[in-house]
């Protein structure tokens, strides 16, 4: 009964460092005017050479359009579990979109910059419509986008 008690309270202890080195991060996105449909959107995050690493949201309920989303789409292979829970309906023109992700510690100022690809019925596809780098001094900061992105801001 002693081994299990010391076992449970080691495990434990190694377990709540791992818990404190990640953070919440809210991904602000404000679209553009534009004339069309809802856009489809994925931001994720990629190392510095641009080899995707995560995603962090999916905007567009339609999986069978996440192929015009083809940075993203490439990198996570499309497999439902890179975007099960994580993913919402499209934005509208003008519209904003705020989701919030839990990123480690160790990627914020490690070179890794968060990615948003763009598709719009009907109007262009645009793979990384935005690439801004992961660092604290860029937290709150907004960049803009080249298409139909106005901007996004990331908070810690």
Request: hydrophobic share 40%.
């Amino acid at each position: 009964m002693k081994t299990l008690v010391v076992a449970s309270c080691l495990a434990t202890a190694m377990a709540l460092p791992g818990l404190a080195q990640a953070r919440e991060v809210t991904l602000t996105t404000h679209l553009k005017p534009y004339n069309g449909s809802g856009a489809y959107l994925a931001i994720y995050l990629t190392d510095a050479q641009g080899v995707y690493q995560q995603t962090l949201w999916v905007a567009g309920k339609k999986a069978k359009y996440y192929k015009h989303l083809s940075g993203w789409a490439r990198g996570s292979g499309l497999a439902p579990a890179q975007y099960d829970g994580i993913s919402g309906a499209s934005v509208g023109s003008g519209e904003t979109l705020t989701v919030s992700a839990e990123l480690a510690d160790s990627l914020i100022d490690a070179g890794y910059q968060i990615r948003i690809d763009s598709a719009v019925e009907d109007l262009r596809d645009v793979r990384a419509e935005l690439i801004l780098p992961l660092t604290l001094q860029g937290a709150g900061q907004p960049a803009n986008g080249s298409t139909y992105v106005q901007s996004l801001r990331y908070d810690l």
